[in-house]
């Protein structure tokens, strides 16, 4: 009886995405912050599944883009802005604080665009949480930072705003390469009671309704995000861990090799757009 309920609301859930009318914002939006116009949408890269990359701003009603639209109003603001301060204060055994090391946070332009890369001091493909965290760590004699914190959500934020903008533009040759694969294999693996893979969603169903949620490509070129239904920042970590529990699976550990491999290669599905974070979401 308990395997005939799962299959129904499976079935379920499926009918409603495939039967919903494909809905997208006015081809005349666009997103622009300060007097720029961010790219949200573009020609698919090589070997793409889509004619076109679109970022997740477009999937968003007018409201929640509007937010997006004006740093004022962008609640992921605030995290920058704690982000800043955090630069500049000394921590750890060394009395030492960010910038002591790296001068002012604009120079991590382009960082944000690139990530997660293969670092040769980490010997891994490194997400921009454990540089950081290494950084820390190793430089500053300071504690680590847990994943889902406000000090690295708001860290985060900082240095990736210093990207808006920039195209996505991360390595997978060389020592990333395997990982790139890996990611690609989790992105197509059926996960949970409900079966589904990040594909089934994102790739054959985007622009579908589910419930109340407007399908988009899944792109992470916003993160970290502020999502209004999670009333705070969080990490493409957290957003990875939630899709597979809506499967009803049992998600990777955050910072866990397949979290790594995972976002490599959906960042790479990116290629075209730019940086948008802190992005704004339902």
């Not at 920058?80 to 002591?100: F, H, R, Y």
């Not at 959906?266 to 979401?281: C, F, Q």
Request: aromatic share 8%; glycine share 10%.
């Amino acid at each position: 009886m308990k395997r005939t309920m799962i299959a129904t609301s499976a079935a379920a859930l499926i009918a409603g995405l495939t039967t919903a009318t494909a809905v997208f914002a006015g081809e005349e939006d666009e997103l622009v912050i300060d007097g720029e116009t961010l790219v949200t949408k573009a020609p698919a890269p090589e070997g793409s599944p889509f004619s076109e990359v679109i970022s997740g701003w477009r999937f968003r009603s007018d409201e929640t883009q509007a937010l997006q639209m004006d740093d004022f109003d962008n609640p992921g603001m605030i995290y920058v802005d704690q982000g800043l301060d955090l630069w500049e204060a000394a921590d750890g055994s060394e009395g030492k604080s960010c910038a002591d090391c790296h001068g002012d946070i604009a120079g991590f332009a382009g960082l944000r665009a690139a990530m997660p890369k293969w670092s040769e001091e980490l010997g891994t493909l490194a997400t921009m949480e454990e540089l950081i965290n290494y950084s820390r760590t190793e430089h500053m004699g300071a504690e680590p930072w847990k994943w889902e914190s406000n000090e690295m959500l708001s860290m985060t934020a900082a240095i990736g705003l210093q990207s808006r903008g920039m195209p996505v533009d991360v390595a997978t040759d060389g020592p990333a390469e395997t990982w790139w694969e890996k990611g690609r294999e989790i992105y197509y693996t059926r996960f949970g009671q409900l079966d589904f893979s990040c594909a089934n969603c994102h790739e054959d169903n985007y622009g579908n309704m589910l419930r109340a949620d407007h399908l988009s490509q899944g792109q992470i070129n916003g993160f970290p995000v502020y999502r209004l239904k999670w009333g705070g920042l969080g990490s493409i970590d957290r957003r990875f861990k939630g899709c597979v529990e809506d499967t009803r699976g049992v998600p990777f550990a955050v910072g866990s090799d397949e979290m790594k491999a995972l976002e490599l290669y959906v960042a790479s599905r990116g290629t075209g757009l730019v940086i948008e974070t802190p992005s704004v979401r339902q």
